[in-house]
């Protein structure tokens, strides 16, 4: 059964800063999916990764996947208010797609 | 394209009652899914389907049953509502596709459902 973990689960950091959201996963997986969630609101895409050391960016947003380690990354460069929401990891197996609880992410400005 | 709809966007039930939550997306997907959304936490899968006439168990099944007729449709049924089917009910769309392609899966806007 694919468990997935979060780190943290909450965060609130001053706007400039940097940081990283950890995912763990427990099983093999083909595919690992970030996903941003504003309050009241449904989820957005933000990267597909597929291999082992795949690396995506997107403005601020870098996501990272070691399949070995059942490990991937989020990281946030010099946050900036507009990216407080909520981030979501969550694997693929056998055609489920299994969410972790999210990282609620609070910029101060 | 109007992507992933789902009605109604709010309803109330009482304990007991049974409903169909509508599901549709017009972007001739394969893969179809359920997921309830708690206050403050992640989302858990209820069933999923990889096509027409195929639905599998997620996560938390129990209380709810799908069927997909068509490509485009996946409606979930709850009977006998309970209060602790309270949540916010997501559905989602996506190609499908073999390992190592990146596929894309796309959420509608949520039917938020409260058992009373």
């Known amino acids: 059964e694919l468990k997935v973990e979060q780190n943290p689960l909450f965060l609130s950091m001053q706007e400039g800063k940097n940081y990283t959201i950890y995912c763990n996963y427990s099983t093999t997986s083909d595919r690992l999916y970030w996903y941003r969630q504003d309050p009241g609101k449904s989820l957005e895409s933000l990267f597909v990764l597929l291999s082992n050391g795949a690396v995506k960016q997107e403005g601020r947003l870098m996501a990272s996947l070691d399949t070995k380690a059942r490990l991937s990354t989020l990281h946030i460069t010099a946050a900036v208010h507009d990216l407080s929401a909520t981030y979501f990891c969550a694997p693929n197996r056998d055609d489920k797609i299994i969410f972790g609880k999210g990282t609620r992410l609070h910029i101060l400005p | 394209n109007a992507g992933v709809t789902q009605t109604p966007k709010f309803r109330i039930l009482k304990i007991g009652q049974s409903m169909t939550l509508q599901c549709a997306q017009d972007?001739?997907?394969?893969?179809m899914y359920w997921y309830r959304q708690d206050p403050g936490m992640g989302l858990k899968l209820i069933y999923y389907?990889?096509?027409?006439?195929?639905?599998d168990k997620g996560e938390v099944p129990n209380g709810y049953n799908v069927s997909r007729s068509t490509t485009e449709d996946f409606p979930l049924r709850l009977e006998l509502a309970a209060p602790s089917q309270t949540s916010v009910y997501f559905c989602a769309s996506s190609y499908g596709g073999p390992p190592g392609y990146a596929d894309t899966q796309y959420f509608g806007p949520g039917t938020r459902l409260t058992v009373l």
């Open positions: 389907s990889v096509g027409a006439g195929i639905t």
């Open positions: 972007m001739n997907h394969n893969y």
